[in-house]
């Protein structure tokens, strides 16, 4: 049924978008389009980008999943950084890492753990993730702390950003070819839920190359639009523009990973489940980050990599309890509750900011 | 022995410190008295609570002596909450936390791997356990990382704490559903030394409610007279107000547990040991700290849950060594000693402040 | 080949480093000809302790060898206090921490990873270096954080310090005793590996003796000459003395474990490799550090054991990596190349203070 309305309401909302923006009809109505039309074009976006993959072969394919899966958010932050909307741009990382570590991986494991007692996946994988994440976490701190307690000048706060950036950039390939080809057989589940999720293309090979076009036009477009009413939808909201980028931008863009990982978790896939959460978060944080340092470099601005001290608090938070939870490899319908406990507690920590 | 003479030995200490409260012998008589009889005191509610509940049936027992546990604590606390002494209670919750995960489980560990040479006890419960103090962490660790960097309101502030205490204590709720029905089975264990360290109830029915009450209402007035000498005595002292409620003031109210620890220890079992430190420091973070909270409100006052750095500082790595040393299910002499050094490095560090 | 030359190179960069010393050829060359030849005398250090070691049977060997396993580290800081520069001191302790977990660990995985799919070794030893580890770090940060957040004055700063160098090192012994007497077999691995990085002595038990006096002379005296050059050294080079303690002086005075440890790695030995790495940090943060407090009394200074904010974060981040990457028991290449690269930010982040 809704697979049917699919392509209508993509191209409704879209309209609607388009023309509430050209013929200004206000910020929340603007902003409310908006937020509608990318979760569908969002949703194209990535199924475009399966499709696509699938044809490319399991290798390659892998590969463009992995670094096109989280494209929609690429393209949001990239209108962001044009805007010179720096802080947002990180509001809306840390809010993307917490929000599928926490939200995503919680929702999944509390669903799921309704349905089945206990639900296990790659042991393995989880503890190699767990470093990963680590690794993010420790990429973020260190510059952090040393520009928030030492003298160092801009200049070089941007020289350190961009090192750490190129060396997230070399993990995130590290890890590609250690996941893919040298390690692939130890992260069995890893491949196999990789396929589950991927199923069969629903599209011809020059349908979906077309469609990953269209779909990447459509959120460029969308993205530029919403960006437009960020400023005054939080303002008339009376949010700060930090908890709009953490939780609303996030939330938004991240809702087909959102559905696709419950829907796994039900299915008592939640090896999957867990790919997709845990998954997405590392794309983020090793490389749509260091990738938008670069970026901005090329719009002429001087995005660092210096979060503050309650994102990198939450980003740490978030990363410690879903490792703990999740490095035995099994969850409980319990552990998906302290998750989501977590993720309300910054929510509501972060409304006050 | 000990046994024949505990009931006169606790009626003797609780006239002694009524006589020496009425007449006023001086901060340091009375601080004296009412420390041995309350240790008497709160003996007999954890004996008279676990007697209640053995004739209450197993589940609705348990609950009792999950949620009563701790009732001595409960009952100092609000006496101090009825002064106006909010720093005290905050650092008598943390030295509380800390004194079950290093110097109960650490002395535990010690003397029980002096006679034993390795410990086990059930892994998965012990992971469980980590993830459930690990939210306790973040959930006292977010607020006050915010309160801390951010300009937030103290409107705002106890907003949140609100929030984040009504949290934990859902949290503490679903780990009673989620270890006593949904998965009562996969923590064994647990259920298991619960019973062995409950044994046989010594009173009937009846004799057990009425000591029940009894117990309370003693433990209530020795606190009450407790809590009149630790302004003098603390001075006369030369402690800070922070080390007699974090270390003082802890042990004195969490004697009960040591002994019961060591003793289980000593007879090889270390899962009720571990159950007893941790199942403490767990009902005080998840439990009795957020319900000290809306017990403020009831007084007209407003106690936050924003902890000091240092508090915080100290109750975090008490978890993060705690964990580490029983994540592997089993404890040994040398694990022992180092939770009794943390502890002994954080007691030096709080005399000096 | 390089055997046969191990002696003539010795006596060559000893005598140049001495005439360049006395000649007063200018820092660059002082330090030059300092920095190689106290390579080959802490080799001979090592290899003369090894060999005295295997005499002096098994039990009291392997005392001796984890007690003077870095005695060029102990040497060269003991010149540094006496000179009065604490703070290069704990830069140099520092260093030598993150450069075993990050630099020595991380390269050994890297390399034995290349040849061999994955690295197994004892478990059970993993977690226990994890617990002493977290000591050490707890050890660092207590005091730091309570010095830095609350008003605790100089003398008593220092009675801390003392009294928790006193705790680190009663830690280490108690460690000494828990790894070689009472639970020795549980650490089989440990044990083994331990042998076999020893080999047999090349030399008979006179020359050994006679060999480990030598070889600490002349440490003693390479030191010296290397800490002079230092202040020179490092404003010629524009880098600060916190860069050329935590990375020169450490790898330079580390440079024998490193090559140890990457031989034994390529020689699918990864548990001998381990053992070099978190031992040696293990030695430094429980028995040099704190006995070099001691030492400084001695001199009638007073070094404290607050270390700054950078140095405890970029132990702390060292400490969890390591940690996370190791306690499963095994490494690829992959966690190498991850551990490589937290030591590259942290490299570059000191570089820019």
């Not at 741009?89 to 753990?113: D, F, R």
């Amino acid at each position: 049924m809704l697979r049917k309305l699919f392509f209508p309401l993509l191209v409704v909302t879209f309209v609607l978008s388009a023309i509430s923006h050209y013929l200004h009809w206000g910020a929340e109505l603007e902003f409310a389009f908006a937020g509608i039309a990318i979760l569908f074009a969002a949703g194209l976006l990535g199924k475009a980008t399966e499709s696509v993959a699938h044809y490319a072969g399991q290798r390659l394919g892998g590969f463009l999943n992995a670094t096109f899966g989280n494209a929609a958010e690429l393209i949001i932050a990239i209108f962001l950084i044009k805007e010179g909307l720096y802080d947002i741009v990180k509001a809306s990382l840390t809010g993307a890492i917490i929000g599928n570590l926490l939200l995503v991986l919680g929702a999944s494991a509390l669903v799921g753990g309704l349905k089945f007692k206990e639900q296990k996946f790659n042991i393995h994988s989880a503890g190699q993730n767990a470093s990963l994440m680590l690794l993010a976490v420790i990429a973020l701190f260190i510059p952090a702390i040393f520009v928030k307690t030492e003298h160092i000048s801009e200049h070089d706060t941007m020289t350190i950003s961009i090192v750490v950036a190129a060396f997230l950039i070399l993990a995130y390939i590290g890890w590609l070819i250690y996941s893919m080809i040298t390690h692939k057989d130890l992260l069995e589940d890893h491949v196999d839920t990789k396929a589950d999720h991927g199923e069969a293309a629903p599209w011809s090979k020059g349908l979906s190359v077309l469609l990953l076009v269209v779909a990447t036009v459509m959120v460029a477009f969308i993205s530029e639009w919403l960006v437009h009413t960020l400023d005054t939808f939080s303002s008339r909201f009376g949010l700060s523009e930090l908890f709009v980028g953490a939780f609303v931008v996030a939330i938004v863009g991240n809702a087909a990973e959102h559905s696709a990982a419950i829907v796994l978790a039900m299915k008592n896939k939640m090896g999957a489940a867990v790919e997709i959460a845990v998954g997405s978060s590392l794309q983020i944080a090793l490389f749509v980050a260091p990738v938008l340092v670069f970026i901005s470099l090329l719009f002429g601005g001087e995005m660092n990599l210096i979060f503050t001290t309650i994102e990198i608090a939450a980003i740490g938070v978030a990363v410690l309890i879903a490792t703990s939870i999740s490095r035995d490899g099994s969850t409980t319908w319990f552990e998906g509750m302290l998750l989501l406990f977590v993720y309300l507690i910054l929510g509501v920590s972060f409304y006050f900011v």
